[in-house]
């Protein structure tokens, strides 16, 4: 699997304060990959600094374009979505509106496949963004940063506080990216949607990664799940 991303001794920086420590961590072309750990352990600034969001330094390469110092904006264009965990959407637009906005020209996953597998968003078309539920508002946050058509998605915690119909739904959607080749760097608590999708799983801990492998693999290393993962 050639490799759509590629990341080498990452820091990562706010402010003076280090939070990324030297991150080591590559997605292939097509593949998810889930991002874990406990609050505070640096999973969000990976996010940020990968698009371009936060100060950083190390090696970062996306299809062998080096991406440390590009503004965000820039590397929008070569292919890489984000879906922010406070989802983002524009609330005085509406919801057609903010996925028009987002729409690339040529864009493998259209307004159409919007209403397809989020339909409650064509029944809602014309309201603004604003006044959507939460999963409402996290169902236009994805739609709209795939209408940009990204080859690779990095997604902030996409099921917290949704409702498990609602969860399901967001999970049929990344399956669709999938089948159509779009690699994805999922940021999630609880796994869910990494077990849907079959995802390589990558541990996060103190800025660091502390385990990259399959998820049956984690689950029999008693260390790393004592050490990273477990509260209390």
């Keep these: 699997m050639s490799v759509a991303l590629h990341i080498e001794n990452l820091r990562a920086w706010y402010g003076d304060a280090q939070v990324l420590h030297g991150v080591n961590l590559r997605v292939g072309e097509g593949e998810a990959v889930a991002l874990i750990g406990r609050n505070g352990s640096g999973r969000s600034t990976l996010a ?21 110092g590009l503004r965000p904006h820039r590397i929008a264009r070569l292919g890489l979505g984000y879906v922010p965990e406070t989802r983002d959407v524009f609330p005085a637009l509406t919801v057609r509106e903010n996925l028009v906005l ?50 690779l998605v990095v997604i902030d915690e996409p099921g ?22 779009v690699a994805m760097l999922l940021i999630e608590e609880r796994l869910t949607l990494a077990r849907m999708l079959d995802a390589r799983v990558a541990v996060m801990g103190h800025g660091a990664v502390r385990f990259d492998g399959p998820f049956a693999a984690l689950a029999r290393d008693e260390r790393v799940m004592r050490e990273w993962l477990s509260v209390g």
């Excluded at 999970?171 to 999938?178: P, S």
Aim: hydrophobic share 45%; aromatic share 4%.
């Design 48 to 68: 940020k600094a990968i698009m371009g969001l936060v100060r950083c330094a190390g090696e970062m390469r996306y299809r062998d374009v080096p991406l440390v």
């Design 102 to 151: 987002g729409e690339k020209k040529g864009t493998r996953f259209t307004l159409a496949d919007a209403y397809r597998l989020f339909p409650v968003l064509e029944e809602r078309a014309s309201v603004k963004a604003g006044a959507l539920s939460g999963g409402e508002q996290q169902m236009l946050a994805l739609a709209r940063t795939l209408a940009g058509d990204p080859s």
């Design 160 to 181: 917290e506080g949704l409702a498990p119909q609602v969860l399901a739904q967001v999970g049929a959607c990344l399956a669709t990216l999938r089948e159509r080749g």
